[in-house]
């Protein structure tokens, strides 16, 4: 089973920015795909963003523009950036990794102050 370990939530006010870093336990480079999902308070958790093996990425329509997911295979790990945030961005921010089996990692707190 693959660990995921994400850092870089926070508290950040309304227009501003965070990048979320999700490190694996071994290599991401052969994954089927590795992603950003968010589950914010009584809402189900929902896709935010994910890259697809090949390279290919995917968001959800409301962070289109203002979010990049990104990966450094050399580091294992898979980022976010956020940008422009808004309120409603906050959530917890999970990491995914899917290889013929999933992991998820414990979560990271996001906080957008308006």
């Known amino acids: 089973q693959v660990q995921l370990v994400e850092s870089g939530g926070g508290l950040v006010q309304a227009g501003g920015s965070l990048r979320l870093s999700c490190t694996a336990s071994?290599?991401?480079?052969?994954?089927?795909?590795m992603g950003w999902y968010r589950q914010a308070p009584g809402k189900e958790r929902e896709l935010v963003a994910r890259?697809?093996?090949?390279?290919?990425?995917d968001y959800a329509d409301a962070v289109k523009g203002r979010f990049t997911i990104s990966t450094d295979n050399a580091k294992n790990t898979v980022y976010l950036q956020m940008n422009s945030l808004k309120p409603e961005d906050t959530a917890v921010y999970y990491c995914?990794?899917?290889?013929?089996?999933?992991?998820w990692g414990q979560g990271t707190q996001v906080t957008v102050s308006s």
């Open positions: 890259i697809i093996s090949g390279g290919s990425t």
């Open positions: 995914n990794a899917i290889y013929g089996r999933v992991s």
């Open positions: 071994r290599s991401i480079f052969s994954m089927n795909a």
